[in-house]
T-cell receptor, first 112, second 117 residues
Framework: GQNIDQPTEMTATEGAIVQINCTYQ??????LFWYQQHAGEAPTFLSY????GLEEKGRFSSFLSRSKGYSYLLLKELQMKDSASYLC?????????????FGTGTKLQVIP | GAGVSQSPRYKVAKRGQDVALRCDPI?????LFWYQQALGQGPEFLTY????????KSGLPSDRFFAERPEGSVSTLKIQRTQQEDSAVYLC???????????????FGQGTRLTVV
């Protein structure tokens, strides 16, 4: 099966930088996704990593280390609108099928 | 349409009632997924369609849950004899890729919040 761990909640200050960690265990790893989900809304895609290293996209960056089963999402120059849940999702083998499993999400609160 | 559309947005059902949840994916999208999201949890995979073929239904929690996509576009998730533990948000996602989950984004609808009382 697949197991994903990420902190439940985090608080950060507007304008600061925050790092949201995700550790995972899976068979047949084939990619890691980060999604943003505002309360009551659909998850929206942020990033995808399949190789080790850092992927940068504007204020958001995502890092992957496959050997450590570890990823992080880095948010720079935080804005109030970044308050949301951030979902780490891993694609791997589960029950004989390749599927994507989501973590429980990290609820980020940005304060003034 | 412009995005994935789900209806109804909210549904209150009495325990034991049957419900049907609809998903209109983005036009032309091959792949369609259903997820169940309980409060404070991440989405849990239910089932996957490639066009009209249901290729994976391993996540459906019981035989009370049934999904179909007869013409390869609109999909319906049906829950029979609803129970309180079925209360959750049901998310639909679609993707233009025929891969089970593409290397880019899947587009999610806003979900149907089901409350069983």
């Amino acid at each position: 099966g697949q197991n994903i761990d990420q902190p439940t909640e985090m608080t950060a200050t507007e304008g600061a930088i925050v790092q949201i960690n995700c550790t995972y265990q899976t068979s047949g790893f084939n990619g890691l996704f980060w999604y943003q989900q505002h309360a009551g809304e659909a998850p929206t895609f942020l990033s995808y990593n399949v190789l080790d290293g850092l992927e940068e996209k504007g204020r958001f960056s995502s890092f992957l280390s496959r050997s450590k089963g570890y990823s992080y999402l880095l948010l720079k120059e935080l804005q109030m609108k970044d308050s949301a849940s951030y979902l780490c999702a891993v694609r791997g083998l589960s029950g004989g099928y390749q599927k994507v499993t989501f973590g429980t999400g990290t609820k980020l609160q940005v304060i003034p | 349409g412009a995005g994935v559309s789900q209806s109804p947005r909210y549904k209150v059902a009495k325990r034991g009632q049957d419900v049907a949840l609809r998903c209109d994916p983005i036009s032309g999208h091959v792949s369609l997924f259903w997820y169940q999201q309980a409060l404070g949890q991440g989405p849990e995979f239910l089932t996957y369609f490639q066009n009209e073929a249901q290729l994976d239904k391993s996540g459906l929690p019981s035989d009370r849950f049934f999904a179909e996509r007869p013409e390869g576009s609109v999909s319906t998730l049906k829950i029979q004899r609803t129970q309180q533990e079925d209360s959750a948000v049901y998310l639909c996602a679609s993707s233009p890729s025929s891969n089970r989950f593409p290397n880019t984004e899947a587009f999610f609808g806003q979900g149907t919040r089901l409350t069983v009382v």
